[in-house]
């Protein structure tokens, strides 16, 4: 399983071809979902599961439109339109989803954009279907920072407030990522010595190990929704 570890799409093989017990992750959402998505699968043999990895960085669920890259072909803005197509390709056992970045919108907290957003996630979740296998939506962590400004706090606040009700509605899981970075407003900064999110919003290098530890445990168990949000 180790040689398919690296590779930035990396497919989850059919299950007859992994040892017995793997457990077979698609992280899908936005750039934070692509880092942690590569934290994950550099600790995944260790925690008998595969994954992949489908995060779409500089995007929004709802844009439609196209960016060029250099002088590659156009790809989409959107994190979401290949959503269907990847569970309905890949069929994981647990397809996590994490838009770290959707708080930055400044109307986060307003309760039209939080009903289309509810909405949006509601229409993808029924036309994936069984073949998303587990749905777990992450409570994603204050930033910190630069990425810390104005009334950001808040806006994750609202954030994940919706995803919880969204989850409910759903019969879907949360995985308590703000719970487990941020038990404190402050947030945990640093693990074995090296910043878990070294630009303040993204998951990466040797201090996001125990994160993707934590997380990779937790996907494996049954998940329960918080009982409450950050003041």
Known sequence: MADAVLGERARP?????????????????DSEASFLGLALRYRQDE???FV???????????????????????VTTSCSSAWVEDTAALRPDVTLIVMGGAFLNARACEEAWLSRYRARL??????????????????VPY????????DVQHRVDCFDAMLERTAGVAHADVLDLMGHVCPTP?????????PVRPDGLHF????????????LAALRRPLVAPSSGHP
């Open 122 to 139: 509601l229409d993808l979740f029924h036309r994936m279907g069984d073949g998303a296998g587990r749905i777990v939506l992450a409570r």
């Open 143 to 150: 930033p910190m920072g630069r990425w810390r400004h104005s």
């Open 52 to 74: 992949a990895e489908r995060g779409v960085g500089e995007c929004s669920i709802f844009a439609q439109g196209t960016r060029a890259v250099e002088a590659d072909p156009p």
């Open 47 to 49: 925690a008998g599961a």
């Open 13 to 29: 093989p059919p299950p007859a071809d992994l040892p017995p017990g793997t457990t077979r992750i698609l992280v899908l959402g």
């Open 186 to 194: 402050a947030c945990v900064a640093e693990s074995q010595g090296q």
């Open 204 to 215: 990466d290098g040797v201090g996001a190990e125990e994160t993707a530890r934590w997380t």
